[in-house]
């Protein structure tokens, strides 16, 4: 027994050694203050598990092979797409400038300016945008790029698939990216082999194996949605190219999801080229210097102004860019609004900066609008951003709670006068840790039509009210209050 209780002090000493000089680590990284007690308090409650879980999730690490990659691509890419920034109609018309302070925050983040001259058309439908897709697709003569985080098998996304296999077989070059997590089925499917066997390249990115799990953080996803065709169209937002439907298999208590991406023409569709091409560059095999010898056709400078009036803003954040960007952007956004903001997401863990920022603007006049799920499939998540309800609803923010499936659009308007579409989620995964792509649209027309999308969500919504959120029941606040916790670690 003396052994034995030796053997169990000394584990017990270690585990307690290993806490404490994670804990340290944490303490010195600086690191936001609600995120650094979350991690002490991991690390307080869970023996083992919480250190284990800490050296998985616990920083940003790309790994530092993957990172230098990351950082010399960019800059050869940004080399190469620097002209056509300069050849684009930069300038804000008055009626736009109160707004122009947002575009100068983007541009000092991403290196890409804002660029005029594009068209854009809002797609909120599944089969709308898969038609699109398809004859988009089916015309093209050139390239196909597609870069997604969920790709599905079933439905219609065969008809995307099918669709790229005849496009590789009449010699247009054909990339997909699928996120090796979010895409976990697709990876090595069946429809994974018939693409590569007609021609396409076919890849999955931030691949997880025993090597990477030690060398580099696992859960940093690649979620964007994203689809480039020749060049000159393209398409980006919250639809993952999956059915809508596809958790129905497994329950129905989410409903469907509902979405939103934009299809886009003009200058701008360079920028979501150059954000696939980086993220293609870092996962695939090709030799770099190959591919710079396609720049002048995959970044062709002779793309042509559009009659649409927009002045579109891409902003690709994640980790190894500038890791606050896409956070310190939209709180510049929420700022800005003087008279009107709705904002729709299916995830809201907001910091608390982003959180004074919607307290504030309610607070100044602004008639400010949340719109979320009522029902969601990740439930902690949500737990982790009710607490933040009654400050808003005090403050008087309207939060709606869709009812119509699971809200999955994530939009913004500001004073019908500029709409944003994007990838991320108002949570600290989208704001700190995956790669997302958003758009930032300077145009009223389209601003009008995307805040109309919005209200028609608001139409399928019940509002929350101050009374009955503040007499929810005891076991409620004490379930979110507890999942509010681990808010900044989700």
Same mark, same amino acid.
């Given at each position: 027994?003396?052994?034995?209780?030796?053997?169990?002090?000394?584990?017990? $000493?270690?585990?307690?050694?290993?806490?404490?000089?994670? !804990?340290l &680590?944490?303490?010195l990284?600086r690191t936001?203050?609600? #995120?650094?007690?979350?991690?002490?308090?991991?690390?307080?409650?869970l023996?083992?598990?919480?250190?284990?879980?800490?050296a998985l999730?616990?920083?940003n %690490?790309?790994?530092?092979?993957r990172?230098? &990659?990351?950082?010399k691509?960019?800059?050869?890419?940004?080399?190469?797409?620097?002209?056509?920034w300069?050849r $684009?109609?930069q300038?804000?018309?008055?009626?736009?400038?109160?707004?122009?302070?947002?575009?100068?925050?983007c541009?000092?983040?991403?290196?890409?300016?804002?660029?005029?001259?594009?068209?854009?058309?809002i797609?909120?439908?599944?089969d709308?945008?898969?038609?699109?897709?398809?004859?988009?697709?089916?015309?093209?003569?050139?390239?196909?790029?597609?870069?997604?985080?969920i790709?599905?098998?079933?439905g &219609?996304?065969?008809?995307?698939a099918?669709?790229?296999?005849?496009?590789?077989?009449?010699?247009?070059?054909? %990339?997909?990216?699928?996120?090796?997590?979010?895409?976990?089925?697709?990876?090595?499917?069946?429809?994974?082999? %018939?693409?590569?066997?007609? $021609?396409?390249?076919?890849?999955?990115?931030?691949?997880?194996?025993?090597?990477?799990?030690?060398? !580099?953080?696992?859960?940093?996803?690649?979620?964007?949605k994203?689809?480039? /065709?020749?060049?000159?169209v393209a398409?980006?937002?919250?639809?993952?190219l999956?059915?809508?439907?596809?958790k129905q298999?497994?329950s129905?208590?989410?409903?469907?999801?509902?979405d939103?991406t934009?299809?886009?023409?003009?200058?701008a569709?360079?920028a979501?080229?150059?954000?696939f091409?980086?993220?293609?560059?870092?996962?695939?095999?090709?030799?770099?210097?190959?591919v710079?010898k396609?720049?002048s056709?995959?970044?062709?400078?002779?793309?042509?102004a559009?009659?649409?009036?927009?002045?579109?803003?891409?902003?690709?954040?994640?980790?190894?860019?500038?890791?606050?960007a896409?956070?310190h952007?939209? /709180?510049?956004?929420?700022?800005?609004?003087?008279?009107e903001?709705?904002?729709?997401t299916?995830y809201?863990?907001p910091?608390?900066?982003?959180?004074?920022? /919607?307290?504030?603007?309610?607070?100044? $006049?602004?008639?400010?609008?949340?719109v979320?799920?009522?029902k969601?499939?990740?439930?902690?998540?949500?737990?982790?951003?009710?607490?933040h309800?009654?400050e808003?609803?005090?403050?008087g923010?309207?939060?709606r709670?869709? #009812?119509?499936?699971?809200?999955?659009?994530?939009?913004?308007?500001?004073?019908?006068?500029?709409g944003?579409?994007?990838?991320?989620?108002f949570?600290?995964?989208?704001?700190?840790?995956n790669?997302?792509?958003?758009?930032?649209?300077?145009?009223?027309?389209?601003?009008?039509?995307?805040?109309?999308l919005q209200?028609s969500?608001i139409?399928?919504?019940?509002?929350?009210?101050?009374?009955?959120?503040?007499n929810?029941?005891?076991?409620?606040?004490?379930?979110?209050n507890?999942?509010q916790?681990?808010?900044?670690?989700?």
């Amino acid at each position: 027994m003396g052994d034995y209780a030796w053997i169990s002090w000394t584990l017990f $000493g270690l585990d307690w050694l290993v806490r404490i000089a994670l !804990a340290l &680590r944490v303490i010195l990284r600086r690191t936001p203050v609600p #995120t650094t007690l979350a991690w002490l308090l991991v690390l307080l409650l869970l023996p083992v598990v919480g250190w284990v879980v800490y050296a998985l999730v616990g920083e940003n %690490r790309l790994g530092s092979r993957r990172a230098a &990659r990351a950082q010399k691509l960019a800059a050869e890419i940004m080399a190469h797409a620097a002209p056509l920034w300069t050849r $684009g109609t930069q300038t804000f018309p008055e009626s736009m400038t109160p707004y122009e302070h947002i575009a100068s925050l983007c541009s000092l983040s991403s290196g890409t300016p804002p660029l005029s001259g594009n068209s854009v058309e809002i797609l909120s439908e599944w089969d709308q945008l898969v038609n699109r897709l398809v004859d988009d697709i089916n015309g093209a003569r050139r390239t196909c790029h597609m870069l997604y985080y969920i790709w599905g098998e079933a439905g &219609r996304a065969g008809d995307v698939a099918q669709a790229l296999a005849r496009a590789a077989r009449r010699g247009v070059k054909c %990339r997909v990216l699928v996120d090796a997590v979010g895409s976990l089925d697709f990876v090595g499917s069946a429809t994974w082999e %018939r693409l590569a066997h007609a $021609g396409v390249e076919v890849i999955e990115a931030l691949p997880v194996n025993p090597l990477r799990l030690l060398l !580099a953080r696992v859960d940093l996803r690649n979620h964007r949605k994203v689809a480039v /065709i020749d060049g000159r169209v393209a398409y980006a937002g919250s639809h993952n190219l999956v059915e809508p439907g596809f958790k129905q298999r497994k329950s129905d208590k989410f409903g469907y999801y509902v979405d939103a991406t934009v299809r886009l023409r003009g200058p701008a569709v360079q920028a979501l080229q150059t954000a696939f091409l980086s993220d293609w560059l870092l996962d695939s095999e090709d030799d770099v210097t190959e591919v710079e010898k396609q720049l002048s056709e995959l970044l062709s400078l002779d793309q042509e102004a559009h009659d649409g009036a927009s002045i579109v803003h891409v902003l690709p954040t994640g980790p190894g860019m500038d890791p606050l960007a896409i956070n310190h952007a939209l /709180i510049a956004t929420i700022h800005s609004a003087s008279d009107e903001l709705i904002m729709t997401t299916p995830y809201f863990v907001p910091d608390e900066a982003t959180k004074t920022a /919607i307290i504030v603007a309610a607070r100044r $006049g602004v008639e400010v609008t949340l719109v979320l799920p009522q029902k969601s499939d990740h439930p902690i998540v949500c737990a982790a951003g009710r607490p933040h309800y009654q400050e808003l609803l005090d403050a008087g923010v309207r939060i709606r709670h869709f #009812t119509a499936g699971l809200l999955h659009s994530k939009t913004v308007t500001v004073d019908r006068r500029v709409g944003l579409v994007m990838s991320a989620n108002f949570d600290m995964r989208s704001f700190f840790l995956n790669y997302e792509v958003s758009l930032f649209i300077y145009d009223d027309d389209l601003a009008s039509m995307l805040r109309f999308l919005q209200v028609s969500y608001i139409d399928q919504s019940v509002e929350v009210t101050r009374d009955q959120w503040a007499n929810r029941s005891l076991v409620s606040r004490f379930f979110d209050n507890t999942a509010q916790l681990l808010g900044p670690l989700l």
